[in-house]
């Protein structure tokens, strides 16, 4: 069975830092393409961040500077370093790989 579970989320003030984890089980994160994704109150979904299964990072503008993903192969973990966070980053952040995704973990930055 596949799983991919997401923990780290929270509420964070303007300015402030996250690490999102993602924990995949019966794939392999390293052999494929790992994508964070977002969706904001009453916006659609969006791409953040994806790392390809050769480990070459990718970021939408948004967040490029600010956000950072990488993968412990021994740990088939991914994560999602998020610096200088601010209201608008407000979302449900999933993992996916493929056609599997995560549950989603709520990220509200509020003052």
């Known amino acids: 069975q596949v799983q991919l579970v997401e923990s780290g989320g929270g509420l964070v003030q303007p300015g402030g830092s996250l690490r999102l984890s993602c924990v995949a089980s019966?794939?392999?994160?390293?052999?494929?393409?790992m994508i964070w994704y977002r969706q904001g109150p009453g916006k659609q979904r969006e791409w953040v961040a994806l790392?390809?299964?050769?480990?070459?990072?990718r970021y939408a503008d948004s967040v490029k500077g600010r956000f950072t993903i990488s993968r412990d192969n021994a740990k088939n973990t991914g994560y999602l370093q998020m610096n200088s966070l601010t209201p608008e980053d407000t979302a449900v952040y999933s993992c996916?790989?493929?056609?599997?995704w995560g549950q989603g973990t709520q990220v509200t930055v509020s003052s």
């Open positions: 790392m390809t299964s050769g480990g070459f990072p």
């Open positions: 019966g794939i392999t994160l390293s052999i494929r393409t």
């Open positions: 996916s790989s493929g056609e599997y």
